[in-house]
């Protein structure tokens, strides 16, 4: 915030990295190190534990391919499918949860039960429903990212200051009126954060339902490759998601922090 | 000193006649405003006030439009209220800027609700910006200024829809006493600039006696009209009427009134609280 900024000058040039930085790095430089180790040693099953070697040179190898992009974009597809059709319903049912105080009532318990519940279980009853194809994938990561984003919107709908709303009625604002602009700015912070959520449980319902049954996608290559024991290639891929991830976290969160939903 | 009939005349632009407004709790029903008629003429500055409890914001959302009343009429121009009526812009107590808007997009929401341009509600909003005096904060956000600078957004917000009668409950409640003094002069200005019809309700006699046409008083529970007192002080009304005689005898009559009430009212609540610490 533009406050802050004026009290804490932020620090402009630094010229020594902070504590923090040169803890973490030490911390993965041991890992790295202890890892090498360990795949030299021979205490280990060969190729459990790959070389960084082997590793970096699957990687390379993994991006240097088109297939591995195409079953990328087949993953990303599906999960933003999932998060696209999961999180509008999860918000139209949280936004009516929120506001109907005999619905909620009724209704919200289930939410809460169902929401922990790992929504892989559903995986069989979703490949009857929609084959073994994307579809099946799809339907996992909305009822996964479904949840989150119903119960935030829920909560963030009761949230909502009431003199904003009674500011809106005496303005004569229509209900589309009322959602789209004080509605939903009202909530965005509950809502981006079940957004969030949603993200990671549908990242997680799609890749878990690729790695059980499938024909493309990261989790089917990665299956693929702990089949026919290309370990390297498994960690290659592991590693590549990691950091695939982290960028979709921090999307979301930089979406967030646009500047005219920010201020809180 | 003067005190009008309370019956409204069909020259009123804003008419209260014969409200009642009933609320059903757990303890049995709650008589919020008892029967309660009179009338705000074009340009006038109306004041209501009365002890805390006795039903001013419960009159101020039924004129408003918010809530729904249990007998009696409110019209304006001739037109019945029984939901928000473009003529009247409320001013609320609390604060109710939209943070996630500048304070230009703040001003322009009402423009922005009945389809105006772009362009010409910014031009707008401008305008009204200026007129409460935030030229210059036209960029900013409700948590970069002061509580009485976001209660002149909120005015200005009111003030931009254009409404007949500005209806404002307790506006300077919850500001500190500079700022509700420097405040009250604004509004006072600009009243007077736009000869804007308004009605202030405030349980700040000074204040009331200061900016007022006419003050209407109210009883403590039920909330009824106990008397309207014309206020018959030259404007424009600067600080140094305060001091004068004429203005210390209005104060002090209409706080004779109030006190009456708000001692009702305070003995009323003591014995509340014993009967609950009683039956508990
Ligand atoms: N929604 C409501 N339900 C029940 N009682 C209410 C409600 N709103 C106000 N009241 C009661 O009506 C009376 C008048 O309240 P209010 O209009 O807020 O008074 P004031 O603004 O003069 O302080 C109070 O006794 C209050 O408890
Ligand atoms: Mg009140």
């Known amino acids: ?264 | 000193m003067t005190s009008t009939p309370h019956n409204p005349a069909n020259t009123d632009i804003l008419v209260v006649d014969d409200v009642v407004v009933r609320f059903e709790t757990q303890e049995g029903p709650v008589i919020a405003v008892d029967h309660v008629s009179f009338g705000v003429r074009q340009g006038e500055f109306l004041s209501v006030i009365g002890p805390s409890g006795c039903g001013k914001s419960t009159l101020f959302n039924v004129i408003g439009g918010l809530i729904g009343h249990t007998s009696g009429v409110v019209s304006v121009g001739g037109e019945t209220i029984n939901s928000p009526h473009q003529s009247i812009g409320m001013v609320f107590r609390e604060e109710s800027t939209f943070p996630w808007r500048s304070v230009t997009d703040n001003v322009a929401f009402p423009l922005e609700l009945i389809g105006m341009p772009k362009a010409q509600r910014i031009e707008r909003a401008r305008h009204f910006i200026s007129l409460v005096g935030l030229d210059g904060f036209e960029n900013r956000y409700p948590n970069e200024l002061s509580g009485g600078m976001r209660q002149r957004v909120s005015l200005a917000r009111t003030l931009a829809s254009e409404p007949k009668i500005l209806l404002m409950d307790e506006p300077f409640a919850a500001l500190d006493e500079q700022t509700r003094l420097l405040l009250g002069d604004k509004v006072l200005q600009i009243q007077q600039q736009l000869k804007q019809t308004t009605l202030l309700i405030t349980h700040n006699i000074t204040e009331a006696v200061q900016m007022s046409d006419r003050i209407l008083v109210m009883t403590y529970r039920p909330g009824k009209v106990k008397r309207i007192v014309d206020i018959d002080l030259p404007r424009p009304r600067t600080s140094e009427i305060v001091g004068s005689e004429a203005f210390g005898r209005y104060v002090a009559q209409i706080w004779a009134d109030l006190r009456e009430e708000a001692s009702r009212g305070m003995r009323d609540e003591e014995e509340h609280a014993l009967h609950h610490v009683s039956t508990t």
């Open chain 1, 1 to 264: 915030m533009a406050d802050t900024s004026r009290v804490t000058p932020l620090p402009a040039s630094v010229p020594v990295l902070s504590p923090v930085t040169l803890l973490r790095l030490v911390i993965i430089l041991t890992v790295l190190a202890v890892w090498e180790f360990l795949s030299h040693s021979g205490w280990l099953y060969r190729d459990v534990v790959p070389s960084l070697l082997a590793i970096g040179r699957a990687m390379f190898d993994l991006l240097a391919h088109g297939e591995y992009y195409f079953n990328l974009a087949v993953t990303a597809g599906e999960v933003g499918a999932a998060l696209a059709i999961g999180g509008s319903l999860g918000l139209v049912v949280g936004i009516v949860l929120g506001a109907n105080r005999f619905l909620s009532k009724a209704f919200e318990s289930y939410l809460y039960y169902l929401g922990p519940t790992p929504k892989i279980i559903f995986f069989p009853i979703m490949i009857m429903w929609f084959g073994v194809g994307p579809g099946s994938k799809i339907a996992l990561g909305t009822l996964s990212c479904f949840f989150p984003v119903a119960l935030s919107a829920a909560a963030g709908m009761r949230q909502i200051d009431k003199v904003l709303i009674r500011v809106g009625n005496s303005f004569r604002a229509s209900t589309a009126q009322m959602v789209f602009k004080i509605y939903l700015p009202a909530m965005r912070h509950p809502i981006i954060n079940g957004v969030r959520l949603g993200l990671g449980v549908a990242l997680i319902g799609t890749l878990l339902a690729e790695t059980k049954l499938s024909n493309k996608g990261i989790g089917f290559l990665i299956i693929q490759a702990y089949s026919i024991f290309d370990m390297p290639r498994m960690y290659a891929m592991l590693i590549v998601l990691f950091v695939l991830s982290i960028g979709a976290n921090s999307v979301v969160g930089r979406l967030g922090g646009l500047d005219s939903i920010k201020r809180s």
